[in-house]
């Protein structure tokens, strides 16, 4: 069964447990990260030597990179169905890996420093400024 490391705190790890619900794919979750702890343990390090969530476990598969996840478990798991999660003609393909890369590049990024102030930073500690 497909093993899913990572906080569901976690934009990176909810993209991967989104796409594992599409796909109809049973799955277990482990929590990871932040409070949970475990991914400096020399296991989760073995697993993704960054530290980082989320990381999966498929079979003899372990990945980290939430998007290369998404395209692996599209790939592997609904790739052959009537209505594949991730488009099979090129253009359409490259035009969603656009869309993955730009979101992971750019999109993110612009809102990570108002989200952390707003959903992880208690008020009295929060940074007008980097929400604004």
Known sequence: MLKIW???SSLNVRKVVVAAQ?????FERVDAGAAFGIVRTPDYLAKNPNALVPVIEDDQVQLWESNVIVRYLCARHSADTVYPLYPLALPA???AERWMDWQ???????GRDAFVQWIRTPAERRDAAAIA
């Open 104 to 110: 992971q590049t750019t999109l993110n990024p612009a």
């Open 22 to 26: 599409e796909i109809g794919l049973p």
């Open 6 to 8: 990572g906080r569901m």
């Open 93 to 95: 393909r490259f035009d």
